[in-house]
């Protein structure tokens, strides 16, 4: 989570340097522990040994910056780059995602 917002923090200024302002992003995170820790600015006993990273994605979220969504893994489209899926959980991302077979014969 933390690489991730830190490319989108290097994206949001590289595009504010062409002209185009983002005012706020969104991300997705199939982990709900890490999304409700990054989003809770409640300081709890428990998590007192927080990585430098979480307490970096948790002010890019206090200015507004940056807004964390839980999605389930199942859900979540990235897999399709990262694991091995079922083969209908795989044709199912690759619908999604608009891609097309180049080697499918045509009908």
């Known amino acids: 989570m933390a690489s991730t917002t830190c490319k989108l923090t290097w994206l ?8 185009i302002t983002i005012s706020q992003t969104s991300l997705f995170y ?9 989003s809770n600015q409640v300081f709890h006993e428990r998590n007192k040994h927080i990585e430098v990273d979480c307490h970096f ?5 206090a200015a507004g910056f940056l807004k964390l ?23 199912h991302f690759v619908f ?12």
């Open 57 to 61: 994605i948790r002010e890019k979220v």
């Open 69 to 91: 969504f839980h999605i389930r893994s199942i859900n979540q489209l990235a897999d399709i780059f990262t694991k091995a899926l079922p083969s209908s959980l795989f044709n």
């Open 30 to 38: 199939d982990n709900q522990s890490a999304v409700h820790l990054a």
């Open 12 to 19: 949001t200024a590289l595009l504010s340097s062409f002209g």
């Open 96 to 107: 999604k995602l608009g891609l097309l077979n180049i080697h499918q014969p045509s009908a």
